[in-house]
């Protein structure tokens, strides 16, 4: 009996692709809209953005905590996994990765927030029935402050940028010479920085 290979991939491929669409519609708009003119000259560089720099920022919030466990640091050193010296030496420079990582995560923040007042201004003037999956305005002329300060998305944005105002300066050095104190109390505040943010993507 002989089986028709390429139609068993070709049906697996739209199968999945079915599935991924059915998780995440709102990709799939994106994708669609993405080829409309309109949509291009009013959308397509602000939502391109706050989507890659929030690809950015979730990678850079998945590893900023990594160098910062001494247990799993020690553990590493200590095992014999780790043979190479450069390795042992890469592992050594774990505060200079975490601080690479901070940094990143604030710059990309800016660019991210920044895209999303471009966003919910665009929303609000050029508001499209034919995009109502990517738009979050409910109706033309909507108040842009109401999606950013009356939604989970935008509310939880609002205090994560606060957050993470408040963690920054007071990493600087002379904060941290002068009051060690005041860096350590508000680095404790990754515990709500990391609770928005899943509210954040959730909503």
């Known amino acids: ?29 994106f994708k669609r809209a993405a080829d409309q003119p309109m949509f291009s000259m009013c959308f397509h560089l602000g939502l391109c953005l706050s989507r890659a720099s929030a690809s950015v920022l979730n990678l850079n919030c998945s590893l900023v905590l990594l160098p910062m466990c001494r247990i799993l640091l020690a553990f590493l050193r200590g095992s014999q996994k780790v043979a190479s010296r450069k390795t042992r030496r890469l592992l050594d420079k774990s505060k ?5 990582c901070g940094v990143t995560i604030c710059v990309f923040s800016v660019v991210h927030v920044a895209a999303h007042l471009v966003n919910a201004l665009n929303f609000s003037v050029n508001y499209s029935e034919e995009f109502l999956a990517l738009n979050a305005a409910s109706f033309h002329g909507e108040d842009p402050r109401k999606l950013l300060f009356a939604t989970v998305p935008g509310l ?3 205090f994560m940028v606060l957050v993470l105002f408040l963690m920054s300066t007071a990493s600087t050095y002379a ?22 943010l899943m509210l954040h993507v959730s909503g």
């Not at 200079?96 to 690479?100: G, I, L, R």
């Not at 941290?176 to 709500?192: A, G, P, Q």
């Open 96 to 100: 200079t990765f975490h601080v690479t």
């Open 1 to 29: 009996m002989c089986l028709d290979t390429g139609n068993i991939r070709f049906t697996q491929n739209s199968e999945r692709s079915i599935a991924r669409q059915r998780r995440d519609p709102c990709n799939l708009a």
């Open 156 to 158: 939880t944005g609002v």
């Open 175 to 196: 904060i941290r010479v002068s009051n060690y104190d005041i860096f350590s109390y508000t680095h404790n505040l990754f515990f709500v920085f990391y609770l928005l």
